[in-house]
């Protein structure tokens, strides 16, 4: 599965981005696909999942600020970002996983500045 994320930008402390991963799978529907995001010396830590059942789930760390939505019509993953705190700084990669197999897009990165 090739995966192409897209959106990240520059944004103010309280702000908003709209993060999309659209993926090659046709049968995208099945994925579990998930947002992560990495900070330099950090480990990739895991922002949202939308499951293949269209459930989502949420580091604490983002709760009440961010949503993951899915359009299996379009192949496409979403994070949608709200109060951008300076703390999501970071590449937001998405990713997908079915049958035993996760794969990575390339990165986006997002820059929240105070």
């Known amino acids: 599965v090739q995966l192409q994320a897209f959106g990240g930008g520059l944004v103010q402390t309280g702000g908003s981005l709209r993060l999309s991963c659209v993926a090659s799978?046709?049968?995208?529907?099945?994925?579990?696909m998930s947002w992560y995001r990495q900070v330099p010396g950090i480990a990739r830590e895991l922002v949202a999942t939308a499951t293949s059942q269209g459930n989502a789930v949420y580091a604490d760390s983002v709760k009440g600020r961010f949503t993951v939505s899915r359009d299996n019509a379009q192949n496409t993953a979403y994070l949608q970002m709200n109060n951008l705190k300076s703390d999501d700084t970071g590449v937001y990669y998405c990713s997908s996983y079915a049958y035993g197999r996760q794969s990575w897009g390339q990165g986006t990165l997002v820059t929240v500045s105070s």
């Open positions: 799978d046709s049968a995208f529907g099945r994925n579990v």
